[in-house]
Nanobody
Framework: VQLQASGGGLVQAGGSLRLSCAAS????????MGWFRQGPGKEREFVAS????????SYADSVKGRFTISRDNAKKTAYLQMNSLKPEDTAVYYC??????????????????WGQGTLVTVSS
């Protein structure tokens, strides 16, 4: 599976962006999909994940109520809708696929595949 993240950019605080993660291969629906981010000088952190059929989602406390993860298995794409963006959301955002975890928060070490990252910059 190859993952291609896109949709990052520069946005003012309070604005919105939607990230996409397009997957190649035939087994997209068998993976828990997740988003992580890594801000300047920070470690990579979990943002959100969605179960294989898109029924169950998990979010980091810092993004609950502002971000929404979704997926379209027919299009083999996962999304991260980000609203009410804050300067502290500035980071490189990575999508990931995990074949072993069925639901819940994805641990970075359990991801089988990573996208290349897309930069989100939120100006104050």
């Amino acid at each position: 599976v190859q993952l291609q993240a896109s949709g990052g950019g520069l946005v003012q605080a309070g604005g919105s962006l939607r990230l996409s993660c397009a997957a190649s291969g035939r087994t997209f629906s068998t993976y828990l999909m997740g988003w992580f981010r890594q801000g300047p000088g920070k470690e990579r952190e979990f943002v959100a994940s969605i179960s294989r059929r898109g029924i169950t989602t998990s979010y980091a406390d810092s993004v609950k109520g502002r971000f929404t993860i979704s997926r379209d298995n027919a299009k083999k794409t996962a999304y991260l809708q980000m609203n009410s963006l804050k300067p502290e959301d500035t980071a490189v955002y990575y999508c990931a696929a995990d074949s072993r975890t069925s639901l819940g928060e994805m641990a970075p070490g359990s991801a089988d595949y990573w996208g290349q990252g897309t930069l989100v910059t939120v100006s104050s």
